[in-house]
């Protein structure tokens, strides 16, 4: 009975979604990408397929939408969606001062801490700041307490990624484009609190503001009640 329901349905309700997540990596790799209102629109659309006893379209429309979220990985790989040609502007190693707000939570190691910072303005060190764009991960030394919000100006070295070129080395320049990351600061020891390391103020933002604080609240009760 299951087998000649199976053949009932239509040839497209019964591809297998792993052929979706294919055709949807090929067309990536042609540099075809669905924007996200043509995926939240397909979404939408198979449900309201199924609601409406429609599950031969609903399942036909779900191919159709793992297509195309499959190509957004791809995007991600090939053509990460952040801008670093202000930042470019400065040279390699110049020292200088950015002005922006942590946008993602901040990465506690062992003796640093490091800070997503999406940038403002910027300008040679002592110079009047100007518009720029681009995210920067500055690395704190030592534990520090920041959080997703907290507005800063910075003044170090600024480094931009980049590969040795040396056989089968590790694609740091890749990985860090993947991650959105521009560009790297290192805050020297001793200088927050500094006007080389400034904490301006603190804007919420939403929701990565909110998650932040509901982890933060999980671990505070694991480790009150679970040590």
Same mark, same amino acid.
């Given at each position: 009975?299951?087998?000649?329901?199976?053949?009932?349905?239509?040839?497209?309700?019964?591809?297998? %979604?792993? !052929?979706?997540?294919? =055709?949807? @990596?090929?067309?990536?790799?042609?540099?075809?990408? +669905?924007?996200?209102w043509l995926i939240a629109a397909?979404?939408?659309?198979t449900l309201l397929a199924f =609601?409406a006893s429609r599950p031969s379209?609903?399942?036909? $429309?779900?191919? +159709?939408?793992?297509? +195309?979220?499959?190509?957004?990985?791809?995007?991600?790989?090939? @053509?990460?969606?952040?801008?670093?040609? &202000?930042?470019?502007?400065?040279?390699?190693?110049?020292?200088?001062?950015? *002005?922006?707000?942590?946008?993602?939570?901040?990465? @506690? =190691?062992?003796?640093?801490? #490091?800070? !997503?910072?999406?940038?403002?303005?910027?300008?040679?060190?002592?110079?009047?700041?100007?518009?720029?764009?681009? $995210?920067?991960?500055?690395?704190?030394?030592? %534990? *520090?307490?920041?959080?997703?919000?907290? *507005?800063?100006?910075?003044?170090? &070295?600024? #480094?931009? %990624?980049?590969? @040795?070129?040396?056989?089968?080395?590790?694609? !740091?320049?890749?990985?860090?484009?993947?991650?959105?990351?521009?560009?790297?600061?290192?805050?020297?020891?001793?200088?927050?609190?500094? %006007?080389?390391?400034? &904490?301006?103020?603190?804007?919420? #933002?939403?929701?990565?503001?909110? $998650? *932040? +604080? $509901?982890?933060?609240?999980?671990?505070?009760?694991?480790?009150?009640?679970?040590?």
């Amino acid at each position: 009975m299951r087998a000649a329901a199976a053949l009932a349905q239509p040839w497209f309700a019964r591809i297998p %979604p792993i !052929y979706a997540i294919a =055709l949807g @990596d090929g067309l990536g790799n042609f540099r075809i990408f +669905a924007a996200p209102w043509l995926i939240a629109a397909l979404s939408a659309a198979t449900l309201l397929a199924f =609601l409406a006893s429609r599950p031969s379209l609903g399942s036909a $429309i779900a191919l +159709a939408a793992i297509a +195309a979220t499959s190509t957004i990985p791809v995007r991600n790989l090939i @053509d990460p969606a952040y801008n670093a040609s &202000k930042l470019r502007a400065f040279a390699d190693g110049a020292t200088i001062t950015i *002005e922006g707000s942590v946008i993602r939570e901040p990465e @506690d =190691l062992p003796e640093r801490t #490091r800070l !997503y910072v999406s940038v403002t303005r910027a300008a040679p060190a002592g110079a009047s700041l100007m518009p720029s764009s681009g $995210i920067v991960r500055v690395a704190v030394l030592g %534990p *520090e307490p920041f959080r997703v919000g907290d *507005e800063l100006r910075v003044t170090a &070295k600024i #480094r931009f %990624p980049r590969n @040795d070129g040396n056989p089968g080395e590790f694609d !740091y320049e890749g990985f860090m484009a993947r991650q959105g990351v521009a560009a790297t600061m290192t805050a020297p020891e001793g200088s927050i609190g500094t %006007p080389g390391f400034t &904490k301006l103020g603190h804007f919420a #933002r939403f929701p990565a503001s909110a $998650i *932040e +604080a $509901i982890r933060g609240r999980i671990g505070g009760f694991i480790d009150d009640n679970l040590q």
